[in-house]
């Protein structure tokens, strides 16, 4: 049986992290994510119409997550809130979506990894990770996952290594044509 990831978001956890659809009552949390000026290089803005992702303004935070549900109610990408059990505090978010394109990157689940940079650290970045790689295939009709990581975020890095990814020499090639580097890739 497969799951229409846009008819109903499933919630993934473990004993350390849970994966829910991200919601309005997540903004107070997600505002020190993304006012996190230590964690801003580390998000992937590639293909994302100049957006860097640094919110510092609850109103600023409240539109992107805004337009995080419209883009779901659309099919466009889902956006999970990543709730720390420790804490009970929403320490980031996963996006995901379906990547059809003329490029190497194409029939793949782009993950976004956006996480405050007290969580960028390689044992829970893997802990994080491991709740959505294996239902990403089923649920995004990919046969790879890819992510971006860039030289400087090297405890990401080591996550994704540790899990399998590869660095991949391929460019993703964006909408206007830009080419974007830095991609680590899983295949199923």
């Known amino acids: 049986m497969t799951v229409d990831v846009y008819e109903n978001c499933p919630i993934y956890e473990n ?3 849970m994966l829910r659809m991200t919601n309005k009552e997540d903004k107070a949390d ?5 006012s996190d000026e230590k964690s801003v290089p580390f998000f992937n803005s590639d293909n994302c119409g100049e957006d860097d992702f640094y919110y510092t303004t609850e109103k600023r935070m409240e ?3 805004e337009f995080w549900h ?3 109610d659309r099919q466009g990408f889902v956006r999970w809130t990543i709730v720390s059990k420790e804490t009970n505090e929403a320490v980031g978010t996963i996006e995901l979506f379906h990547r059809e394109a003329e490029d190497y990157f194409t029939n793949c689940g782009l993950l976004r990894l956006d996480i405050r940079s007290d969580y960028e650290i390689t044992s829970e970045i893997v802990k994080i990770l491991e709740l959505i790689i294996e239902p990403a295939y089923v649920l995004f009709q990919c046969d790879k996952i890819a992510t971006k990581a860039i030289d400087l975020a090297v405890e990401r890095i080591s ?3 540790r899990l399998g990814f590869k660095y991949s020499e391929e460019k993703l090639i964006g909408h206007d044509g830009t080419e ?9």
């Open 15 to 17: 004993e350390y992290y």
């Open 30 to 34: 997600l505002l020190k994510v993304y």
């Open 63 to 65: 539109q992107a997550i």
């Open 70 to 72: 419209w883009e779901y």
């Open 159 to 161: 996550a994704l290594k």
């Open 180 to 188: 974007y580097d830095s991609y680590y890739v899983l295949e199923q």
